[in-house]
């Protein structure tokens, strides 16, 4: 059994759904669970329409929803040319619309937009691909199963940001989607949706089918997770920075959630956890490019001896803007035992998570992305301590696991930026990532400078294209 997840540009038209087509079909001996997303665009759309209901803007909602219909309609129309089959998608799309428009009246009737009515929104994007791709599927002559993901996702009640029941979900996908294969070829379902106990829509947060294809995939106990998005793989780094950013062939586990984590947007930050409690590989592939080899995440690597003891040590740079940083500062932290635990103790109280830490003697900066409750945190810090807050920052994240055993990886790459101001920096207690901090408007001109620094000379060809 394998996983194939393709994101939202793979599904984005008519030509990018035949390609997803033809890529299924040569796996159709692999039982595939295949994962997809909304068609790109979608998921920001209805965003966009259950925020216009709520301002009382109920036209230009309703207008979103009808080019929701029309994009799907279309698409339909192109792909499946069965009138039984098309008949049931439209019904399918008009069911989905008609939902739709009547959460706008409700939502622009009471004025408020709660994160549960935000995801019955949200959650609509992957329903409406799958009931197009489907039948599309049927079209090409597969024996394709449509199963709804909230079935088997169940979650608890953190609406936009659900946290998944894992033994659940195996339990379920046992008895729910493992017997389809006795009748079928292929199952179809969807990423990045969910339902609570009670059955309410929920959704695991933006960019999350990668994390649920890696959920599906461990509590199937897969040969494989396949991630099929619209670059060649994981690559050096992101290429809308550096165009020419080349392919890595294969990463550790911990490199690609380091990455991840650290905003490469190719991969959910959550997406590895699963897939190595269970040492599944994932494979990252271009829809567009599909015999191209892509990236292989995996526990062990097999590297050659020039690989070993090349002095390329860095394996991609990430970066992850908007970032906040917190000074804070306190003369009573000198000698004090429990003062980190009282700051941290306000992010934990706050629910916000703290990416980069560093401290001295009398200080400790750390850098969030949530805002959400930013003054309340000023507000409670502000007690005990003097605070500062700078908004606008980035990270920057250079991850490789030969860093450990390389001295001079930071005069490299300071050395190569050494006219930017550096607000924070970290080595994270794994020694595989190097972090720093700089003002957002820098970041192309950083990524840029240690790309070049890093990537620019012979490379050995078993990791990087
Ligand atoms: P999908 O819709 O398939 O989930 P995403 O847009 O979420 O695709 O992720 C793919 C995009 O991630 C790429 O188009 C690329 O712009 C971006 N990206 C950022 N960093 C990297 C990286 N290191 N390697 C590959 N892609 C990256
Ligand atoms: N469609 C969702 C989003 O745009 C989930 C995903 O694509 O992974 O966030
Ligand atoms: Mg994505």
């Given at each position: 059994?394998?996983?194939?997840?393709?994101?939202?540009?793979?599904?984005?038209?008519?030509?990018?759904?035949?390609s997803?087509?033809?890529?299924?079909?040569?796996?159709?001996h692999?039982?595939?669970?295949?994962?997809?997303s909304?068609?790109?665009g979608v998921?920001?759309?209805?965003?966009?329409?259950?925020?216009c209901?709520?301002?009382?803007?109920?036209?230009?909602?309703?207008?979103i929803?009808?080019?929701?219909?029309?994009?799907?309609?279309?698409?339909a129309?192109?792909?499946?040319?069965?009138?039984g089959?098309?008949?049931?998608?439209?019904?399918?799309?008009?069911?989905?619309?008609t939902?739709?428009?009547?959460?706008?009246?409700?939502?622009?009737?009471?004025?408020?937009?709660t994160?549960?009515?935000?995801?019955?929104?949200?959650?609509q994007?992957?329903l409406l691909?799958?009931?197009?791709?489907a039948?599309?599927?049927?079209?090409?002559?597969?024996a394709?199963?449509?199963?709804?993901?909230?079935?088997?996702?169940?979650?608890?009640?953190?609406?936009?940001?659900?946290?998944?029941?894992?033994?659940?979900?195996?339990?379920?996908c046992?008895?729910?989607?493992?017997?389809?294969?006795?009748?079928?070829?292929?199952?179809?379902?969807?990423?990045?949706?969910?339902?609570?106990?009670?059955?309410?829509?929920?959704?695991?947060?933006?960019?999350?089918?990668?994390?649920?294809?890696?959920?599906l995939?461990?509590a199937?106990?897969?040969?494989?997770?396949?991630?099929w998005?619209?670059?060649?793989?994981?690559?050096t780094?992101?290429?809308?920075?550096?165009?020419?950013?080349?392919?890595?062939?294969?990463?550790?586990?911990r490199?690609?959630?380091?990455?991840?984590y650290?905003?490469?947007?190719?991969?959910?930050?959550?997406?590895?956890?699963?897939?190595?409690?269970?040492?599944?590989?994932?494979?990252?592939?271009?829809t567009?490019?599909?015999?191209?080899?892509?990236?292989?995440?995996?526990?062990?690597?097999?590297?050659?001896?020039e690989?070993?003891?090349?002095?390329c040590?860095?394996?991609?740079i990430a970066f992850?803007?908007?970032?906040?940083?917190?000074?804070?500062?306190?003369?009573?932290?000198?000698?004090?035992h429990?003062?980190?635990?009282?700051?941290?103790?306000?992010?934990?109280?706050?629910?916000?998570?703290?990416?980069v830490?560093?401290?001295?003697e009398?200080?400790?900066s750390?850098?969030?992305?949530?805002?959400?409750?930013?003054?309340?945190?000023?507000?409670?810090?502000?007690?005990?301590?003097?605070?500062?807050?700078e908004?606008?920052?980035?990270?920057?994240?250079?991850?490789?696991?030969?860093?450990?055993?390389?001295?001079?990886?930071?005069?490299?790459?300071?050395?190569?930026i050494?006219?930017?101001?550096?607000?924070?920096?970290?080595?994270?207690?794994?020694?595989?990532?190097?972090?720093?901090?700089?003002?957002?408007?820098?970041?192309?001109?950083?990524?840029?400078?240690?790309?070049?620094e890093?990537f620019?000379?012979p490379?050995?060809?078993?990791?990087?294209?």
């Open positions: 059994m394998i996983i194939i997840k393709f994101g939202g540009t793979s599904v984005q038209d008519v030509s990018s759904i035949r997803v087509i033809n890529i299924i079909k040569t796996k159709l692999k039982q595939p669970v295949v994962v997809v909304a068609v790109a998921t920001n759309q209805l965003i966009e329409s259950a925020r209901a709520v301002a009382g803007k109920k036209e230009e909602s309703i207008g929803l009808n080019n929701l219909r029309n994009r799907h309609l279309e698409i129309e192109d792909l499946i040319k069965d009138s089959e098309l008949d049931n998608v439209n019904k399918a799309i008009d069911d989905i619309v939902k739709l428009a009547n959460l706008v009246e409700g939502v622009s009737l009471i004025g408020e937009l994160n549960r009515s935000l995801d019955m929104f949200a959650a994007g992957e691909s799958s009931h197009v791709i039948p599309a599927m049927k079209e090409a002559d597969m394709v199963q449509w199963f709804d993901a909230r079935q088997v996702m169940v979650t608890d009640d953190q609406f936009a940001g659900a946290v998944p029941n894992i033994p659940l979900l195996a339990d379920k046992r008895t729910l989607i493992r017997p389809l294969f006795n009748e079928c070829q292929v199952v179809l379902t969807q990423g990045f949706i969910g339902s609570t106990s009670s059955g309410v829509t929920t959704t695991l947060g933006r960019g999350g089918s990668d994390y649920s294809a890696a959920l995939g461990a199937m106990d897969a040969e494989d997770i396949e991630i998005t619209d670059v060649d793989g994981v690559l780094t992101d290429p809308r920075i550096v165009t020419h950013a080349r392919r890595v062939k294969q990463m550790s586990f490199e690609a959630s380091e990455l991840a650290f905003g490469a947007k190719v991969l959910h930050p959550a997406t590895i956890i699963p897939a190595v409690e269970k040492n599944i590989p994932v494979h990252v592939y271009n567009k490019n599909p015999d191209f080899g892509g990236t292989l995440i995996a526990a062990t690597l097999h590297l050659s001896t690989a070993q003891s090349s002095s040590v860095i394996k991609s992850k803007k908007d970032i906040t940083v917190f000074n804070i500062t306190s003369s009573r932290m000198l000698l004090a429990g003062y980190l635990y009282s700051i941290f103790e306000i992010f934990k109280k706050h629910k916000t998570a703290v990416d830490v560093s401290t001295t009398v200080s400790v750390l850098t969030i992305d949530n805002l959400e409750n930013l003054d309340s945190i000023v507000r409670d810090l502000s007690v005990f301590s003097q605070v500062q807050v908004s606008r920052r980035a990270i920057v994240c250079l991850v490789g696991e030969q860093m450990r055993k390389t001295a001079g990886i930071a005069a490299r790459t300071f050395g190569a050494r006219d930017i101001n550096i607000n924070m920096v970290s080595q994270g207690a794994s020694e595989i990532n190097l972090t720093f901090v700089i003002d957002e408007k820098d970041v192309d001109t950083v990524v840029k400078r240690l790309h070049d890093f620019s000379g490379l050995p060809v078993d990791i990087f294209e």
